[in-house]
């Protein structure tokens, strides 16, 4: 990016914890908001989501651009890993695998 150059910046299927600011948040673009509650367990960095039937197929397809399809197909795997998915991704966030209950 060049300074001075204007932008439009998307904020799209992103799970987003805690109480900070939400500017450019929107709920119909796939955000969730939740509680750290919602994460398998955040204080050993498991960022999983806990099966939460209210999240999924809130998941937006962004469709195409440039012949590039905009819907994941891997996935985050802590530490520094990512894993192919092994069904389309459909809950918001970066993990797509539920939390073992």
């Given amino acids: 990016m060049w300074p ?16 900070g600011d939400r500017a450019g948040f929107d709920p119909r673009d796939g955000n969730v908001a939740v509680g750290t509650d919602a994460f398998a367990a955040a204080d050993r960095h498991d960022y999983r989501l806990r099966d939460l039937p209210e999240l999924e197929g809130r998941v937006v397809d ?14 985050y ?11 389309p991704a459909t ?11």
Wanted: charged fraction near 15%; glycine fraction near 12%.
């Fill in 77 to 87: 795997r802590h530490p520094l890993k990512t894993e192919a998915l092994a069904h």
């Fill in 62 to 75: 962004l469709g195409v651009g440039a012949g590039q399809s905009f819907r994941p197909t891997y996935e």
């Fill in 4 to 19: 001075g150059t204007e932008v439009d910046i998307s904020l799209v299927n992103n799970v987003l914890a805690g109480s």
């Fill in 91 to 101: 809950r918001p966030g970066a993990l797509q695998s539920p939390a073992e209950p």
